[in-house]
Nanobody, 114 residues
Framework: VQLVESGGGLVQPGGSLRLSCVYSGPVSSTTLMGWYRQAPGKQREVVAGITSGFVNYADSVKGRFTISRDNANKTVSLQMNSLKPEDTAVYYC??????????WGQGTQVTVSS
């Protein structure tokens, strides 16, 4: 499985960004896909996850971020609105094949600053 993220960058507080993750390999429509982030000096944390019929979000991003999935184009996206400085982190795409097998993208930097 390969995951390639794009869409990060520098944005002012209150702005928006859309991250995309294109995946390839043995990923089915029921594979749990997610976005994680890691800020400097902090542990990696889950931001949002999606599988068939199920979506969940970290409390810190609920109402601001939206995860979506296009199985035909093998893409998972994260629309981020009302961005805050505390959203600054490297964002990673994740494919959870099972309890023991996870795949990660290379990460994309998101910086929220005026």
């Amino acid at each position: 499985v390969q995951l390639v993220e794009s869409g990060g960058g520098l944005v002012q507080p209150g702005g928006s960004l859309r991250l995309s993750c294109v995946y390839s390999g043995p990923v089915s429509s029921t594979t749990l896909m997610g976005w994680y982030r890691q800020a400097p000096g902090k542990q990696r944390e889950v931001v949002a996850g999606i599988t068939s019929g199920f979506v969940n979000y970290a409390d810190s991003v609920k109402g601001r971020f939206t995860i979506s999935r296009d199985n035909a184009n093998k893409t998972v996206s994260l629309q981020m609105n009302s961005l805050k400085p505390e959203d600054t982190a490297v964002y990673y795409c994740n494919a959870r094949i099972n309890a023991k097998i996870n795949y990660w993208g290379q990460g994309t930097q998101v910086t929220v600053s005026s």
